[in-house]
C-alpha cells in the first residue's frame, strides 16, 4: 500500500469511527462518504487539502496534545471560513469538552498517525 493509499484509508476510517460514535451528526457521515468518492477520483487532492489546512497549523499542537490551542481554532475556524476539512476541526469544537478520556486519546492517536502519514506521502 502507497504512503497517500494509506494516509487517505486512515482519515476516511478516521471520518467513519467518529461517525459511528456520533450517529445523530449527519454531517460526519456526508464528509466520510465525501472523502471516499474523492479517493476514487482525486485521491492527491485529500492529502493537499490535509496539508494546506491541518498540517501546516495543527502539527505542532497535535505532537504537544495541546487541547486548549485545538478548541480555541476550532472553533475560530468554524465560525469564519468553509473548508473541506472542516469536520476534522468539528469534532473540537463540539464534542470535545463532553468527550470522554478514552476516546480523547483515540482522536489525538488518529490526528498523530495522520500527521506521520501524511509526511510520508511524497
Known amino acids: 500500500m502507497s504512503a497517500l493509499s494509506a494516509f ?3 482519515l ?3 471520518f467513519d469511527d467518529m461517525s459511528e ?3 445523530e451528526e449527519k454531517d460526519i457521515k456526508s464528509a466520510a ?3 471516499k468518492a474523492l479517493k476514487k477520483m482525486n485521491p492527491r487532492m485529500i492529502h493537499t487539502k490535509f496539508m494546506e489546512v ?3 497549523e495543527f502539527k505542532e499542537p497535535i505532537a504537544r496534545r495541546d487541547e486548549e490551542y485545538l478548541v480555541k481554532r ?3 475556524i ?3 471560513q468553509y473548508s473541506d476539512m472542516a469536520f476534522a476541526f468539528w469534532i473540537f469544537d463540539k464534542h470535545w469538552k ?3 478520556e478514552a476516546n480523547k486519546k483515540h482522536v489525538w492517536d488518529y490526528c498523530n498517525v495522520l500527521i506521520v502519514l501524511a509526511e510520508k506521502v511524497t
Request: proline residues 4%; glycine residues 0%.
Open 74 to 76: 476550532a472553533h475560530e
Open 78 to 80: 468554524l465560525n469564519s
Open 8 to 10: 487517505n484509508t486512515q
Open 98 to 100: 463532553t468527550m470522554t
Open 54 to 56: 491541518v498540517h501546516a
Open 21 to 23: 460514535t456520533y450517529p
Open 33 to 35: 462518504e465525501a472523502l
Open 12 to 14: 476516511i476510517a478516521f
